[in-house]
Protein backbone atom coordinates (compact mmCIF):
# COMPACT_ATOMS: atom_id res chain seq x y z
CA UNK A 1 0.00 0.00 0.00
CA UNK A 2 1.45 3.05 -1.16
CA UNK A 3 1.52 6.52 0.90
CA UNK A 4 -0.44 7.90 -1.39
CA UNK A 5 -3.45 5.93 -0.60
CA UNK A 6 -2.50 6.00 3.22
CA UNK A 7 -3.06 9.78 2.51
CA UNK A 8 -5.93 9.46 0.08
CA UNK A 9 -8.01 7.46 3.02
CA UNK A 10 -8.21 11.15 5.09
CA UNK A 11 -9.76 12.24 2.07
CA UNK A 12 -12.72 10.13 2.84
CA UNK A 13 -12.83 11.73 5.97
CA UNK A 14 -13.09 14.91 4.73
CA UNK A 15 -15.81 14.00 1.88
CA UNK A 16 -17.86 12.67 5.17
CA UNK A 17 -17.58 15.08 7.14
CA UNK A 18 -18.74 17.61 5.54
CA UNK A 19 -21.20 15.29 3.85
CA UNK A 20 -22.72 14.51 7.76
CA UNK A 21 -22.37 18.33 8.76
CA UNK A 22 -25.61 19.18 6.15
CA UNK A 23 -27.52 16.40 7.00
CA UNK A 24 -26.80 17.09 10.44
CA UNK A 25 -29.24 20.29 10.63
CA UNK A 26 -32.22 18.09 11.16
CA UNK A 27 -31.01 18.71 14.67
CA UNK A 28 -31.12 22.57 14.25
CA UNK A 29 -34.91 21.71 14.09
CA UNK A 30 -35.88 23.48 17.14
CA UNK A 31 -35.23 26.42 15.65
CA UNK A 32 -37.83 25.95 13.40
CA UNK A 33 -40.52 24.91 15.42
CA UNK A 34 -42.33 27.76 16.64
CA UNK A 35 -41.79 29.99 13.52
CA UNK A 36 -43.79 27.21 11.59
CA UNK A 37 -46.27 26.08 14.80
CA UNK A 38 -47.17 30.00 15.02
CA UNK A 39 -47.35 30.95 11.91
CA UNK A 40 -50.16 28.07 11.77
CA UNK A 41 -51.81 27.73 14.70
CA UNK A 42 -50.50 24.30 15.26
CA UNK A 43 -49.57 22.25 18.24
CA UNK A 44 -46.18 21.19 19.21
CA UNK A 45 -46.79 17.44 18.97
CA UNK A 46 -48.07 17.88 15.29
CA UNK A 47 -45.70 20.29 13.97
CA UNK A 48 -42.29 18.14 15.91
CA UNK A 49 -44.31 15.07 14.25
CA UNK A 50 -42.58 16.30 10.93
CA UNK A 51 -39.07 15.80 12.32
CA UNK A 52 -39.85 12.39 13.53
CA UNK A 53 -41.01 11.29 10.33
CA UNK A 54 -37.74 12.59 8.57
CA UNK A 55 -35.79 10.80 11.60
CA UNK A 56 -37.81 7.81 10.88
CA UNK A 57 -37.42 7.68 7.16
CA UNK A 58 -34.39 8.22 7.62
CA UNK A 59 -33.42 4.91 9.63
CA UNK A 60 -35.08 2.75 7.15
CA UNK A 61 -33.50 4.49 4.09
CA UNK A 62 -30.50 3.69 5.66
CA UNK A 63 -31.20 -0.07 4.83
CA UNK A 64 -31.82 0.96 1.28
CA UNK A 65 -28.59 3.43 0.93
CA UNK A 66 -26.73 0.43 2.32
CA UNK A 67 -28.13 -1.80 -0.61
CA UNK A 68 -27.53 0.98 -3.38
CA UNK A 69 -24.02 1.42 -1.75
CA UNK A 70 -23.07 -2.18 -2.48
CA UNK A 71 -24.16 -1.90 -6.09
CA UNK A 72 -23.30 1.71 -7.20
CA UNK A 73 -21.17 2.34 -4.63
CA UNK A 74 -20.69 5.26 -2.28
CA UNK A 75 -20.58 8.35 -4.32
CA UNK A 76 -23.50 7.71 -6.65
CA UNK A 77 -25.46 6.69 -3.75
CA UNK A 78 -24.43 9.67 -1.58
CA UNK A 79 -24.76 12.34 -4.45
CA UNK A 80 -28.52 11.10 -4.52
CA UNK A 81 -29.04 11.69 -0.99
CA UNK A 82 -28.14 14.99 -2.09
CA UNK A 83 -30.43 15.72 -4.45
CA UNK A 84 -33.21 14.22 -2.04
CA UNK A 85 -32.10 16.74 0.87
CA UNK A 86 -32.29 19.84 -1.22
CA UNK A 87 -35.78 19.01 -2.61
CA UNK A 88 -37.07 18.24 0.50
CA UNK A 89 -35.87 21.63 2.58
CA UNK A 90 -36.88 24.05 -1.35
CA UNK A 91 -40.30 22.17 -1.05
CA UNK A 92 -40.79 22.63 2.25
CA UNK A 93 -40.72 26.30 0.98
CA UNK A 94 -44.22 26.06 -0.10
CA UNK A 95 -45.64 24.30 3.40
CA UNK A 96 -49.46 25.60 3.54
CA UNK A 97 -50.80 22.05 5.68
CA UNK A 98 -49.43 19.62 7.90
CA UNK A 99 -49.11 16.97 5.53
CA UNK A 100 -46.97 18.95 2.64
CA UNK A 101 -44.48 19.59 5.68
CA UNK A 102 -44.44 15.86 6.31
CA UNK A 103 -43.89 15.17 2.71
CA UNK A 104 -41.47 17.51 2.22
CA UNK A 105 -39.29 18.04 4.85
CA UNK A 106 -40.06 14.70 6.69
CA UNK A 107 -40.19 11.95 3.90
CA UNK A 108 -38.34 13.48 0.87
CA UNK A 109 -35.59 14.80 3.25
CA UNK A 110 -35.56 11.60 5.61
CA UNK A 111 -34.82 9.79 2.16
CA UNK A 112 -31.77 12.14 1.14
CA UNK A 113 -30.67 11.61 4.70
CA UNK A 114 -30.77 8.23 4.87
CA UNK A 115 -28.75 7.43 1.59
CA UNK A 116 -26.06 10.18 2.06
CA UNK A 117 -25.46 9.56 5.73
CA UNK A 118 -24.28 5.34 5.92
CA UNK A 119 -21.88 5.45 2.58
CA UNK A 120 -20.04 8.58 4.48
CA UNK A 121 -19.89 6.10 7.49
CA UNK A 122 -18.90 3.11 5.92
CA UNK A 123 -16.51 3.92 3.38
CA UNK A 124 -14.53 5.63 6.31
CA UNK A 125 -14.27 2.56 8.23
CA UNK A 126 -13.71 0.42 5.70
CA UNK A 127 -10.08 2.61 5.09
CA UNK A 128 -9.64 2.50 8.98
CA UNK A 129 -9.95 -0.94 10.58
CA UNK A 130 -7.16 0.53 12.73
CA UNK A 131 -9.09 2.95 14.38
CA UNK A 132 -12.89 2.44 13.87
CA UNK A 133 -14.40 3.77 16.89
CA UNK A 134 -11.95 7.01 16.37
CA UNK A 135 -12.81 7.73 12.81
CA UNK A 136 -16.65 6.90 13.03
CA UNK A 137 -16.70 9.88 15.50
CA UNK A 138 -14.92 12.16 13.49
CA UNK A 139 -17.00 11.99 10.33
CA UNK A 140 -20.10 11.85 12.54
CA UNK A 141 -18.70 14.51 14.43
CA UNK A 142 -20.12 16.75 11.43
CA UNK A 143 -24.01 15.59 11.86
CA UNK A 144 -23.66 17.73 15.56
CA UNK A 145 -21.14 20.16 14.35
CA UNK A 146 -23.29 21.10 11.24
CA UNK A 147 -26.41 22.07 13.92
CA UNK A 148 -23.80 24.20 16.38
CA UNK A 149 -23.36 26.80 14.08
CA UNK A 150 -25.97 26.64 11.27
CA UNK A 151 -28.92 26.50 14.05
CA UNK A 152 -27.65 30.07 15.37
CA UNK A 153 -27.33 31.11 11.43
CA UNK A 154 -30.85 30.01 10.38
CA UNK A 155 -31.95 31.76 13.59
CA UNK A 156 -30.97 34.75 12.01
CA UNK A 157 -32.29 33.72 8.31
CA UNK A 158 -35.32 33.68 10.16
CA UNK A 159 -35.66 37.07 11.84
CA UNK A 160 -34.18 38.53 8.62
CA UNK A 161 -36.62 36.67 5.57
CA UNK A 162 -38.44 34.20 7.42
CA UNK A 163 -38.10 30.71 7.50
CA UNK A 164 -39.46 29.73 4.16
CA UNK A 165 -36.31 31.58 2.51
CA UNK A 166 -34.40 30.18 5.16
CA UNK A 167 -35.33 26.81 4.10
CA UNK A 168 -34.94 27.86 0.91
CA UNK A 169 -31.39 29.12 1.01
CA UNK A 170 -30.09 25.92 3.01
CA UNK A 171 -31.76 23.36 0.89
CA UNK A 172 -30.05 24.75 -1.96
CA UNK A 173 -26.67 24.75 0.27
CA UNK A 174 -26.75 21.44 1.02
CA UNK A 175 -27.18 19.94 -2.41
CA UNK A 176 -23.85 21.67 -3.82
CA UNK A 177 -22.10 20.73 -0.77
CA UNK A 178 -23.31 17.23 -0.76
CA UNK A 179 -23.06 16.11 -4.26
CA UNK A 180 -19.31 17.97 -4.07
CA UNK A 181 -18.47 16.16 -0.73
CA UNK A 182 -19.54 12.67 -2.45
CA UNK A 183 -17.29 12.67 -5.04
CA UNK A 184 -14.16 12.43 -2.22
CA UNK A 185 -15.19 8.82 -1.09
CA UNK A 186 -14.15 5.79 -2.59
CA UNK A 187 -14.65 2.17 -1.54
CA UNK A 188 -10.70 0.77 -0.58
CA UNK A 189 -9.37 -2.80 -2.00
CA UNK A 190 -11.02 -5.97 -1.08
CA UNK A 191 -9.57 -7.06 2.50
CA UNK A 192 -7.62 -3.73 2.68
CA UNK A 193 -5.41 -3.11 6.01
CA UNK A 194 -2.97 -0.43 6.66
CA UNK A 195 0.57 -1.61 6.19
CA UNK A 196 1.76 -3.63 9.82
CA UNK A 197 -1.71 -3.62 11.40
CA UNK A 198 -3.68 -6.49 12.16
CA UNK A 199 -7.05 -7.28 14.09
CA UNK A 200 -6.40 -6.59 17.95
CA UNK A 201 -8.78 -7.43 20.86
CA UNK A 202 -10.52 -4.50 21.11
CA UNK A 203 -13.50 -5.31 22.87
CA UNK A 204 -13.07 -8.13 25.17
CA UNK A 205 -13.03 -10.59 22.56
CA UNK A 206 -11.79 -11.62 19.15
CA UNK A 207 -12.44 -11.72 15.81
CA UNK A 208 -11.13 -14.84 13.80
CA UNK A 209 -12.98 -15.15 10.54
CA UNK A 210 -15.49 -13.03 8.61
CA UNK A 211 -18.91 -11.46 8.22
CA UNK A 212 -22.70 -12.08 8.65
CA UNK A 213 -24.98 -11.55 6.49
CA UNK A 214 -27.71 -9.53 7.55
CA UNK A 215 -30.30 -12.32 7.38
CA UNK A 216 -28.09 -14.14 10.20
CA UNK A 217 -26.97 -10.82 12.44
CA UNK A 218 -31.07 -10.82 12.10
CA UNK A 219 -31.51 -13.87 14.30
CA UNK A 220 -29.09 -13.33 17.13
CA UNK A 221 -29.97 -11.87 20.47
CA UNK A 222 -27.00 -9.17 20.18
CA UNK A 223 -28.94 -7.52 17.80
CA UNK A 224 -31.72 -7.65 19.11
CA UNK A 225 -30.81 -5.81 22.08
CA UNK A 226 -28.98 -2.99 20.18
CA UNK A 227 -31.98 -2.57 18.25
CA UNK A 228 -34.16 -2.16 21.67
CA UNK A 229 -31.15 0.31 23.37
CA UNK A 230 -30.96 2.40 20.34
CA UNK A 231 -34.35 3.06 20.27
CA UNK A 232 -34.43 3.63 24.12
CA UNK A 233 -31.50 6.14 23.57
CA UNK A 234 -32.43 8.14 20.76
CA UNK A 235 -36.29 8.64 22.59
CA UNK A 236 -33.92 10.56 25.39
CA UNK A 237 -31.78 12.04 22.88
CA UNK A 238 -34.28 13.76 20.32
CA UNK A 239 -36.61 14.73 22.60
CA UNK A 240 -34.26 16.83 24.24
CA UNK A 241 -32.58 18.02 20.75
CA UNK A 242 -36.44 18.51 19.36
CA UNK A 243 -37.37 20.96 22.39
CA UNK A 244 -34.75 22.15 24.51
CA UNK A 245 -34.69 25.46 22.78
CA UNK A 246 -39.02 25.87 23.28
CA UNK A 247 -38.30 24.93 26.32
CA UNK A 248 -35.39 27.69 27.12
CA UNK A 249 -38.09 30.56 25.34
CA UNK A 250 -41.29 28.93 28.26
CA UNK A 251 -38.42 29.46 30.42
CA UNK A 252 -38.46 33.19 29.67
CA UNK A 253 -35.46 33.60 27.71
CA UNK A 254 -35.12 35.13 23.83
CA UNK A 255 -35.13 33.24 20.57
CA UNK A 256 -31.01 33.99 20.57
CA UNK A 257 -30.63 32.57 24.24
CA UNK A 258 -33.16 29.87 23.42
CA UNK A 259 -31.48 28.66 20.50
CA UNK A 260 -28.22 28.69 22.27
CA UNK A 261 -29.06 25.56 23.88
CA UNK A 262 -29.27 23.74 20.87
CA UNK A 263 -25.48 25.12 19.68
CA UNK A 264 -24.43 23.93 23.33
CA UNK A 265 -26.21 20.60 22.58
CA UNK A 266 -24.82 20.37 18.96
CA UNK A 267 -20.94 20.91 20.31
CA UNK A 268 -21.16 18.55 23.09
CA UNK A 269 -22.67 16.37 20.60
CA UNK A 270 -20.19 16.59 17.77
CA UNK A 271 -17.11 16.08 20.66
CA UNK A 272 -19.41 13.62 22.60
CA UNK A 273 -19.00 11.23 19.09
CA UNK A 274 -15.06 11.60 19.24
CA UNK A 275 -14.47 11.23 22.69
CA UNK A 276 -16.46 7.90 23.64
CA UNK A 277 -15.56 6.93 20.44
CA UNK A 278 -11.93 6.60 21.00
CA UNK A 279 -13.08 5.68 24.83
CA UNK A 280 -14.52 2.50 23.44
CA UNK A 281 -11.47 1.66 20.89
CA UNK A 282 -10.04 1.38 24.91
CA UNK A 283 -12.55 0.32 27.16
CA UNK A 284 -15.08 -1.44 24.66
CA UNK A 285 -18.30 -0.93 23.39
CA UNK A 286 -20.66 -2.39 26.00
CA UNK A 287 -18.96 -0.51 28.79
CA UNK A 288 -19.00 2.89 26.99
CA UNK A 289 -22.70 2.25 26.53
CA UNK A 290 -23.33 1.90 29.81
CA UNK A 291 -21.64 4.99 30.72
CA UNK A 292 -23.39 6.81 27.72
CA UNK A 293 -26.69 5.73 29.30
CA UNK A 294 -26.17 6.76 32.91
CA UNK A 295 -25.09 10.03 32.17
CA UNK A 296 -27.97 10.99 29.63
CA UNK A 297 -30.19 9.32 32.31
CA UNK A 298 -28.82 12.02 34.78
CA UNK A 299 -28.57 14.82 32.20
CA UNK A 300 -32.64 14.12 31.10
CA UNK A 301 -33.67 14.22 34.64
CA UNK A 302 -31.96 17.23 35.94
CA UNK A 303 -33.26 19.27 32.86
CA UNK A 304 -36.53 20.22 33.96
CA UNK A 305 -34.88 21.89 37.01
CA UNK A 306 -32.19 23.60 35.30
CA UNK A 307 -33.95 26.93 34.88
CA UNK A 308 -30.88 28.89 35.76
CA UNK A 309 -29.32 29.79 31.87
CA UNK A 310 -25.83 28.54 32.86
CA UNK A 311 -27.48 25.34 34.13
CA UNK A 312 -29.85 24.71 31.90
CA UNK A 313 -26.33 25.12 28.92
CA UNK A 314 -25.02 22.58 31.66
CA UNK A 315 -27.59 20.01 31.14
CA UNK A 316 -28.26 20.24 27.57
CA UNK A 317 -24.00 19.92 27.25
CA UNK A 318 -24.52 16.58 29.18
CA UNK A 319 -27.33 15.44 26.97
CA UNK A 320 -25.54 16.30 23.71
CA UNK A 321 -22.42 14.75 24.85
CA UNK A 322 -24.12 11.26 25.31
CA UNK A 323 -26.59 11.55 22.43
CA UNK A 324 -22.93 11.90 20.30
CA UNK A 325 -21.58 9.21 21.92
CA UNK A 326 -23.97 6.79 21.32
CA UNK A 327 -23.74 7.19 17.40
CA UNK A 328 -19.96 6.91 17.35
CA UNK A 329 -20.42 3.44 19.53
CA UNK A 330 -23.40 1.61 17.59
CA UNK A 331 -21.54 1.72 14.51
CA UNK A 332 -18.14 0.75 15.65
CA UNK A 333 -20.07 -2.17 17.74
CA UNK A 334 -22.07 -3.04 14.80
CA UNK A 335 -18.51 -3.53 12.98
CA UNK A 336 -16.98 -5.55 15.67
CA UNK A 337 -19.98 -7.76 16.58
CA UNK A 338 -20.89 -9.02 12.69
CA UNK A 339 -18.12 -7.84 10.25
CA UNK A 340 -17.43 -4.96 7.51
CA UNK A 341 -18.77 -7.26 4.58
CA UNK A 342 -22.33 -6.38 5.21
CA UNK A 343 -21.31 -3.44 7.31
CA UNK A 344 -23.84 -0.92 5.23
CA UNK A 345 -26.91 -2.82 5.53
CA UNK A 346 -26.65 -4.51 9.09
CA UNK A 347 -26.05 -0.87 10.46
CA UNK A 348 -28.84 0.26 8.32
CA UNK A 349 -31.07 -2.89 9.73
CA UNK A 350 -29.87 -1.74 13.62
CA UNK A 351 -30.08 1.90 12.67
CA UNK A 352 -33.95 1.27 12.50
CA UNK A 353 -33.82 1.34 16.01
CA UNK A 354 -32.19 4.95 16.23
CA UNK A 355 -35.23 5.67 13.22
CA UNK A 356 -38.10 4.38 15.46
CA UNK A 357 -36.79 6.59 18.65
CA UNK A 358 -36.22 9.28 16.75
CA UNK A 359 -39.71 9.49 16.14
CA UNK A 360 -41.07 8.76 19.19
CA UNK A 361 -38.94 10.97 21.53
CA UNK A 362 -40.12 14.45 19.70
CA UNK A 363 -43.70 13.49 19.08
CA UNK A 364 -44.47 12.14 23.09
CA UNK A 365 -42.25 15.63 24.01
CA UNK A 366 -44.68 17.57 21.84
CA UNK A 367 -47.73 15.52 22.86
CA UNK A 368 -47.24 15.09 26.60
CA UNK A 369 -46.51 19.32 26.75
CA UNK A 370 -49.91 20.01 25.08
CA UNK A 371 -51.72 17.70 27.41
CA UNK A 372 -49.83 18.99 30.85
CA UNK A 373 -48.49 22.51 29.44
CA UNK A 374 -44.69 21.42 30.60
CA UNK A 375 -41.74 19.60 29.30
CA UNK A 376 -41.11 18.15 33.05
CA UNK A 377 -43.11 15.17 33.12
CA UNK A 378 -41.64 13.96 29.38
CA UNK A 379 -38.16 15.18 30.58
CA UNK A 380 -37.94 12.94 33.41
CA UNK A 381 -39.95 9.86 32.02
CA UNK A 382 -37.19 9.65 29.21
CA UNK A 383 -33.92 10.04 31.91
CA UNK A 384 -35.92 6.89 33.31
CA UNK A 385 -35.97 4.83 30.27
CA UNK A 386 -32.17 5.39 29.70
CA UNK A 387 -31.81 4.41 33.25
CA UNK A 388 -33.16 0.99 32.41
CA UNK A 389 -31.23 1.06 29.44
CA UNK A 390 -28.04 1.55 31.06
CA UNK A 391 -28.95 -1.40 32.87
CA UNK A 392 -29.98 -3.61 30.03
CA UNK A 393 -26.62 -3.07 28.13
CA UNK A 394 -24.67 -3.44 31.28
CA UNK A 395 -26.01 -6.95 31.90
CA UNK A 396 -27.11 -8.37 28.96
CA UNK A 397 -25.47 -6.97 25.33
CA UNK A 398 -22.80 -9.20 24.43
CA UNK A 399 -20.99 -10.65 21.14
CA UNK A 400 -22.86 -13.28 19.88
CA UNK A 401 -22.83 -16.52 21.52
CA UNK A 402 -21.03 -19.42 19.90
CA UNK A 403 -23.95 -21.30 18.54
CA UNK A 404 -24.70 -18.29 16.83
CA UNK A 405 -21.86 -17.50 15.48
CA UNK A 406 -21.62 -20.75 13.55
CA UNK A 407 -24.29 -19.64 11.22
CA UNK A 408 -22.22 -16.88 10.03
CA UNK A 409 -18.64 -16.96 8.95
CA UNK A 410 -16.97 -15.87 12.59
CA UNK A 411 -16.49 -17.57 15.01
CA UNK A 412 -15.60 -15.49 18.74
CA UNK A 413 -13.51 -16.50 21.24
Known amino acids: MTEEKIEHRWLVVIGGVLIIMCLGVAYAWGVFLMPIAKEFGWGR???????????????????????LEKKYGPRITAS???????????????????????LSYG???????????????????????????????IIIFGFGFGAAFLA????????????????LIYGA?????????????????????????????????????????????????TFRLMFVTYFIAMVAG??????????????????????????????????GRIVFGALSDKIGR????????????????????????????????????????????????????????????????VFIGYGAGCFAGPWLGGVVYDITGSYSVAFIAAGILSLCGGIITLLFLKPPKLSEAKIGNKTYL
Not at 80 to 102: D, E, K, R
Not at 185 to 214: C, H, M, V, Y
Not at 294 to 316: D, E, K, Q, R, S
Request: hydrophobic letters at 55%.
Open 107 to 137: VLAGIGTGLGYLPAISTGIKWFPDKRGLVTG
Open 286 to 349: TNTLGVLFLLMALGMILLPYMTILFALYTAAGIVGFCFGGFLAVYPAATGDFFGIKDFGTNYGL
Open 238 to 271: MMAVGHISAFANDAGYTLIQAAFTITVLAIANGL
Open 80 to 102: AGGVFVCLGWVLAYWTNSLWWLY
Open 152 to 167: PLAVRFIELYGWRTTM
Open 173 to 221: GFGVIIIGAAQLLKTPPANWRPPGWAAQKETGFKIIANDFSPRQMLKTT
Open 45 to 67: GETSLAVSILLLVFSVFMVVGGI
